[in-house]
T-cell receptor, first 110, second 112 residues
Framework: RKEVEQDPGPFNVPEGATVAFNCTYS??????FFWYRQDCRKEPKLLMS???SGNEDGRFTAQLNRASQYISLLIRDSKLSDSATYLC???????????FGAGTQVVVTP | ETGVTQTPRHLVMGMTNKKSLKCEQH?????MYWYKQSAKKPLELMFV???????ENNSVPSRFSPECPNSSHLFLHLHTLQPEDSALYLC???????????FGPGTRLTVL
């Protein structure tokens, strides 16, 4: 089993709609989680940290479910500019380092 | 944003060339990373440096040689690369190895 797994998508979302997707992780002791977005041919950029109580930043909401070992990202009122690949990050069992998932592609359509 | 800079931004080299990629971070971080991202593939962690010491080499071929002379600079020395090494090479830094990472813009490498 991969240490950090994501549905690759693509999630095709009409503009203005809500989209949500999950990321599962294998290290039950994980404490630090993050969501990044990556635009085509660009570097990943930090979107938000994921706290145990959840985290909300404008239209973006991140949640942590420790029992089922997944984190989620919800995007409300999707904009065309939200089209990107969203990478989740969780600590791994090896060397305690952060591991990036392969990403979930979101395509917002007019 | 100039927190993490990388040079060159684009590089084309032959298989017999030797070149170096440079990364510099201005964030006062203690950990630095090299990643490889091939077209439409996930990030692959290559090397991790913490407090200027290499803490892991993730089974990377010896034709890639990292160097971290101080906590602000990281190099990736390249020699006798293969065409399949063509990719986007990303540098990142973080305060510690469990904190969020900040990426440079990457070097797009093409090996002919």
């Amino acid at each position: 089993r991969k240490e950090v797994e994501q549905d690759p998508g693509p999630f095709n979302v009409p503009e203005g709609a809500t989209v949500a997707f999950n990321c599962t992780y294998s290290n039950s002791a994980s404490q630090s989680f993050f969501w990044y977005r990556q635009d085509c041919r660009k570097e990943p950029k930090l979107l938000m940290s994921v706290y145990s109580s959840g985290n909300e930043d404008g239209r973006f909401t991140a949640q942590l479910n420790r029992a089922s070992q997944y984190i989620s990202l919800l995007i409300r009122d999707s904009k065309l500019s939200d089209s990107a690949t969203y990478l989740c990050v969780a600590p791994t069992d090896s060397w305690g380092k952060l591991q990036f998932g392969a990403g979930t592609q979101v395509v917002v359509t007019p | 944003e100039t927190g993490v800079t990388q040079t060159p931004r684009h590089l084309v080299m032959g298989m017999t060339n030797k070149k170096s990629l440079k990364c510099e971070q201005h964030l006062g971080h203690n950990a630095m990373y090299w990643y490889k991202q091939s077209a439409k593939k996930p990030l692959e962690l290559m090397f991790v440096y913490s407090l200027e010491e290499r803490v892991e080499n993730n089974s990377v071929p010896s034709r890639f040689s990292p160097e971290c002379p101080n906590s602000s600079h990281l190099f990736l020395h390249l020699h006798t690369l293969q065409p399949e090494d063509s990719a986007l090479y990303l540098c990142a830094s973080s305060h510690t190895s469990s904190d969020e990472q900040f990426f440079g813009p990457g070097t797009r490498l093409t090996v002919l």
